[in-house]
């Protein structure tokens, strides 16, 4: 069945060793999408041989025909028992790739298609352009507005994004190096020359053969649906789900939320993905065989297999690699084993499968919030967008940009939120925010609150001042001022204060009641206007006290009314009555005019005066008050007097048959 001559079949090239290391054996894994791993177990008639040099140093295992092998990089080395003449030693062969396990990151790539994030990660290992490849397929990839790697090893990071993106990666060996080969459709995976199925007979078979091959067909989800929300689409219910033709039995639905969609089209895509990935082992081939070639990512051609529909191409997923050749040792020569030689066991599915990598690795999830503080470009003291959204630097992203690039677009919760009704209040640059994330997911994340800390401290002074409850901003750019709302609730001293930096606006539009129950000031430091477009009422209980200390101007269009128990008016100067038509002055009792030292008495006995009465006199001239008030009406445009009130003085005083003698002396059609 294998191979017993005493040639050695199994070599490893080490430049970095000048010692003879004589290869005993060999185990190792390979599949697709993921780092592959050979043990190798090996001899060497030294017995001191500096492990730390070996390490991470390239090397060939030869499996025998030419150019056939595993490339890798030692990753590990040790050193086992000795005996009189040999030493045994350990090797592992990894991929350059594999090392990506030991590095650990959390950081933020931005507007970056899977493929450009991939060759970032790879170039900062020193993994350059000559050891990878991308065959893309017949559209680019998208660009991801926002792609968070939080706390995972690169490796995982890489394998993760492949999932996600359809992405699959396999390595082609060369003695020189490994390739590393990245692509989303089935051409990507090279096609190797066909290998005979023989079924094992115990003899040595000329040429490599498939020794055992069979398939199985398992129980796989027969649709996928996918459904998201996108807060710019509240409304549209994204739903996409993808279904095959026919399958038998039941119909079994893979349902998943969020879909991570924004349209009918790429939601499609998604599901269409989706039920490949959940059916690409649907059709399962497994077997065993001597052929050295075959490779993970490689499509294996059987033939001569008594089922001609089996006789096709088949994608390699999965491959044990296992080797063993006692004749390096002499003391094994002549002795029987248990087996020598190479042999391999494999997983296959058919190559018209489009294969999807299954999700083996899930994205981290984010318990709780996280702290961060708001961003924006510099000198600007508030930076948003049309939803509010702001953006945050996280303390553990070590870019530390602390720009407008710092992050995407962050929602900001509300305590209230409809259409075009709520509370706003945008977190200013600088804030610290307490950031969660929708599903635990890293790439939405969304400010939930603002939190004070030692430089951005509370308004007011703590714990003096735990009583009050403050809503203070601060005047932008640049300013000092602000505006407050204070609320303190101490027992005894309850109060709300209220504070303009600048302007202040009440709206009414209906009914507003005012009521004081004790004293009420107002204090205005500049002017204050009035304009009532209805009835005005006032209700004094008390005395009314007012000081004016320049000019009263008062303008009545319509009548005035003033009554009083008593009436006293005082100038310190001159007083001064004027009216169009007629003044009247009406006493119940007695009427005195009193003026330098005299008066005139009018009373139901007569009309005594202090001195004679001197006819054809001239009056005394006297200045008008004319004070001028902004918003009054100037005192040289009178109203126009009701001409309702006119009349009814025209028909007092033709009534009064006490004229006086210019009374008596007017026109008689004068009023």
Not at 34 to 41: C, V
């Amino acid at each position: 069945m294998f191979s017993a001559t005493n040639q050695q079949r199994f070599k490893l090239t080490l430049d970095a060793c000048e010692h003879d290391l004589h290869v005993l054996g060999f185990k190792g894994r390979e599949g697709l999408n993921q780092p592959y791993r050979i043990d190798i177990e090996l001899f060497s008639a030294s017995a001191d041989l500096d492990l730390e040099s070996l390490l991470h140093k390239p090397a060939f295992l030869a499996l025998g025909a030419e150019n056939i092998g595993l490339h890798g990089h030692i990753h590990s080395a040790g050193q086992g028992e000795s005996g009189p003449r040999l030493t045994r030693y350990q090797l592992t062969l990894v991929p350059r790739l594999a090392y990506l396990e030991h590095s650990t990151q959390q950081r933020i790539f931005q507007n970056q298609s899977v493929p450009d994030i991939i060759a970032q990660v790879l170039k900062e290992h020193g993994i350059l352009a000559d050891a990878f490849h991308f065959q893309q397929g017949p559209k680019p990839h998208p660009e991801r507005e926002y792609c968070t790697q939080y706390d995972e090893t690169d490796l995982n990071f890489i394998q993760r994004l492949c999932e996600e993106e359809g992405l699959s990666f396999h390595f082609r060996h060369s003695p020189d190096q490994h390739l590393l080969v990245f692509g989303i459709h089935s051409s990507i995976f090279p096609r190797l020359e066909s290998t005979p199925y023989k079924r094992s007979s115990g003899l040595v078979a000329q040429a490599p053969v498939i020794k055992t091959f069979g398939v199985r067909v398992q129980t796989r989800p027969t649709r996928t649906t996918l459904r998201h929300y996108d807060f710019e689409q509240p409304h549209v219910q994204l739903q996409a789900d993808c279904r095959p033709g026919s399958s038998p039995g039941a119909e079994l639905e893979h349902y998943a939320y969020p879909g991570d969609f924004r349209d009918e089209r790429q939601g499609k895509k998604l599901a269409e993905r989706d039920l490949q990935r959940h059916r690409s082992d649907y059709r399962l081939a497994q077997g065993e065989s001597d052929q050295p070639a075959l490779r993970s990512g490689h499509c294996l051609l059987l033939s001569e297999h008594p089922r001609q529909d089996w006789n096709s191409h088949w994608l390699l997923t999965e491959i044990t690699h296992e080797g063993y050749q006692p004749q390096v040792l002499e003391e094994y020569a002549g002795h029987e084993v248990p087996w020598q030689g190479y042999r391999n066991t494999f997983s296959a599915i058919p190559d018209e499968v489009e294969y999807q990598p299954p999700h083996r690795h899930k994205k981290p999830f984010i318990r709780g919030s996280q702290s961060a503080w708001v961003t924006g470009p510099a000198g600007q003291e508030i930076h948003c967008d049309a939803y509010g959204r702001v953006k945050v630097q996280f303390p553990w992203d070590r870019a530390d940009r602390n720009d407008e690039h710092s992050s995407c677009w962050l929602r900001v919760a509300s305590s209230w939120a409809g259409a075009r009704y709520g509370s706003v209040v945008i977190p200013r640059v600088g804030m610290e925010v307490v950031v969660s994330f929708f599903e635990g997911d890293p790439d939405r994340p969304y400010v939930s609150a603002c939190l004070h800390h030692k430089n951005n401290e509370v308004p007011y002074p703590l714990p003096e001042n735990q009583t009050q409850s403050v809503f203070k901003t601060r005047s932008t750019p640049g300013g000092q001022g602000y505006n407050e709302l204070r609320i303190e609730d101490r027992s005894g001293a309850e109060q709300i204060a209220l504070r303009a930096q600048r302007d202040f606006t009440l709206h009414t539009l209906n009914d507003q009641r005012l009521q004081v129950d004790r004293q009420r000031s107002v204090r205005v430091g500049g002017d204050s206007r009035h304009e009532l477009q209805g009835e005005e009422q006032h209700i004094t209980h008390g005395n009314r006290l007012t000081e004016l200390r320049q000019d009263d101007h008062l303008t009545v269009n319509g009548e005035q009314h003033i009554q009083t128990a008593s009436h006293l008016l005082r100038a310190t100067e001159d007083i001064h009555l004027s009216a169009g038509e007629n003044v009247v002055i009406d006493a119940g009792s007695s009427l005195t005019l009193r003026a330098g030292g005299q008066w005139l008495t009018l009373n139901p006995a007569g009309i005594f005066s202090s001195t004679e009465i001197t006819l054809e006199g001239h009056p005394l001239s006297v200045a008008q008050a004319a004070p001028s008030l902004p918003g009054t009406v100037p005192h040289d445009q009178p109203a126009p007097a009701d001409p309702l009130v006119l009349q009814a003085l025209r028909t007092l005083l033709k009534s009064d048959p006490e004229r006086c003698e210019i009374c008596e002396q007017a026109p008689k059609d004068s009023p």
